[in-house]
């Protein structure tokens, strides 16, 4: 099971490189955080000492890697993409099937086509994830756009799955993925930033090419509100009022994804650190709430995966370990019963690495991090959302 962990770390690493390497340092630092969070899941599983030695020389190398991002963003540097946007949700009217497959012009065996639809195979998740909506705090309404679609196969796509540098490619990108998602109903399409596809037509720095993308939707999506064809399309864009007139015409609803409430917040704090050993109490967790007032989703899990690296950072600088009673070694401060001045690399090289424990989170590890991260998300911005959601939308 755990070998799953390296190699979605792996991945992740290969992604924050390629973005390091060209100067996206706001792309680069969440892919960071997430293979360091794999990688840290991994270590807790594997029982070579030898490749539990290799990880944590890497994951010391990445961590500071990542930190030195975080302070260039700090400083002023581009910072992670806002969340608090608007979710929007209609459905398409399904084009009759000829027997052949689908596709334009009936030929399903078209390479061409082939090629389009492996290039869009990457975003069906054909696996359900073991996320309940009890996992998601609030947003009623929001859940029941989606409630009655629970089980539908998922296609999750952004922006740029479905541009391409070639004539005439981007709109049969489009078009075989409704397809593809009719072929698959009951299904649910998802595009992530659709004002970047979608943008207002006549303006002076539209192409041909975006035109066509747009025309493109705009007939796929007909037939708005027929249940018949069990296809749903949501769409979210933090710009709603980028959003051409016609496709914004082209959704029932558009629902409005506020910043979370207190009790929001403090269940996502309980959520994002899972089953994380920690010795945080209710009071805790409410206080956590409290002090995050403005931020956004993502910020609480940026916050605390931050946090969740603390207790490695202790470790890692740590000069004296005490020896717990299931013979693990846990960094500790000299007064420490039982305390042995010894680094964690010492304790390596005396082939114990697989017995180094992290302490647990605490709620100083919440303050150190809580102490430099601010929201993200503007009261412009929200001021924008909020306008939106009187003139045309509705609450989540």
């Known amino acids: ?76 540097g581009p910072g992670p993409a806002t969340n608090g946007g ?126 066509r993308i747009k025309t493109e939707l705009l007939v796929q999506m007909q037939g708005v509100g027929n249940n018949d064809q069990k296809v749903l399309v949501l769409a979210a864009t933090n710009t709603p009022y980028a959003l051409d007139q016609a496709i914004r015409r082209r959704f029932d609803k558009r629902i409005y994804i506020p910043l979370p409430d207190l009790k929001a917040r403090q269940h996502m704090f309980k959520v994002h650190l899972g089953d994380t050993p920690h010795n945080l109490t209710e009071n805790d967790f409410e206080s956590l709430a409290h002090r995050t007032d403005g931020f956004s989703g993502s910020d609480i899990s940026v916050c605390v995966k931050d946090v969740l690296f603390e207790p490695v950072r202790k470790t890692q600088d740590a000069m004296f370990f005490f020896k717990t009673p299931d013979d693990m070694w846990m960094p500790c401060g000299p007064k420490q019963p039982g305390a042995v001045q010894i680094t964690m690399q010492e304790l390596a090289a005396k082939g114990l690495a697989a017995q180094i424990l992290p302490p647990p989170i605490s709620r100083s590890d919440f303050d150190k991090v809580l102490a430099r991260q601010r929201p993200t998300v503007s009261k412009a911005d929200l001021e924008v959302h909020e306008r939106f959601t009187n003139e045309f939308g509705e609450e989540g």
């Open 1 to 76: 099971m755990y070998s799953n962990f390296k190699e979605q770390a792996i991945e992740y690493v290969k992604q924050a490189v390629q973005e390091d390497n060209a100067g996206n340092y706001s792309k680069a630092f969440p892919l960071y955080m997430n293979a360091l969070e794999y990688f840290k899941t991994h270590l807790k599983y594997e029982k070579n000492p030898k490749i539990r030695e290799a990880i944590t020389q890497k994951f010391t190398e990445y961590l500071r890697r990542a930190e030195e991002i975080r302070t260039v963003l700090d400083e002023g």
């Open 86 to 211: 608007a979710a929007v949700a209609t459905r398409p009217k399904s084009k009759p099937k000829d027997g052949s497959g689908g596709g334009e012009g009936g030929d399903g065996e078209d390479p061409d086509q082939a090629k389009l639809r492996a290039g869009l195979d990457s975003a069906i998740i054909r696996e359900k994830p073991n996320i309940k909506w009890n996992d998601v705090a609030g947003l009623e309404s929001a859940k029941q756009a989606v409630a009655t679609e629970a089980d539908s196969t998922f296609f999750s796509v952004s922006s740029s799955d479905l541009v391409s540098k070639w004539m005439g490619e981007s709109e049969k990108l489009v078009s075989n993925l409704f397809q593809m998602a009719r072929d698959s109903a009951p299904s649910i399409i998802f595009i992530d930033e659709i004002d970047s596809l979608c943008g207002q037509r006549g303006e002076g720095n539209e192409s041909e090419a975006s035109r």
